[in-house]
């Protein structure tokens, strides 16, 4: 089964979100990025006012190529608690350079923060503006000993996933995940249409904010549970319509 990861802003968010059937409580701040680092009181907020079997992953931005600020990033979500963290690979051009970054941060969060897994996150419009290729990270996040590789876009608005990323190669990041054994995750502005199509791929958790946000806004919407609900059942095969819902429908 894909598990469905929602993006939140603050508690009352991740507790729409959990309403609604997630399964992984994600905090970021939108407004400062694809991938943009929440302050360190929301991140607090929000793992108090969660049930200590959720999971709260934490992006850490859409990061330069500075390994040491990366790795302090890591150690002070993880001091607030964080399950994951987000690596965004904005900075890193190449395999070589995210390896690099990624390796710092693991070797940080063994050190002070051991159990906190390490995801990283390329963008699938990442290599246009000079950011590493998506397919490159997944064996550079495993030599560095992250737990999961993620594809996100980095440009909101300017298309989705699929905008910039063919089956094929989405399918070849899952593949590349699981021969090295990372746990994968597929996102970028995917909307409840895409869903299906994403779970065919089979990674193991598909990311949104936007299409779980009231008018499809990830800046201006809220977490709405009917939406994240709508989004568990497309991820499972379920597709609402106007006579009930019908199961099995795939893309
Ligand atoms: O981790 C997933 C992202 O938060 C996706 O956000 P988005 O659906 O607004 O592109």
Known sequence: MVRLLVSVVDAEEAAAALAGGAHIVDVKNPAEGALGAPAPAVVRAIRRALPGRVALSVALGDLPDLPGTAALAAVGAASLGADYVKVGLRGPGDAEAAGRLLAAVAAALRDLAPGVRLIACA????????????LDVPAAAAAAGCAGAMVDTLHKGAGGLFAHMTDARARAFVEACRRHGLTSALAGSLTPADLPRVAALGPDIAGVRGAACTGGDRLGGRIDPGRVRALVSALAGVVSGAGGTVSGVRR
């Open 123 to 134: 963008y699938a419009d990442g290599p246009r503006v000079g950011a590493v290729d998506p």
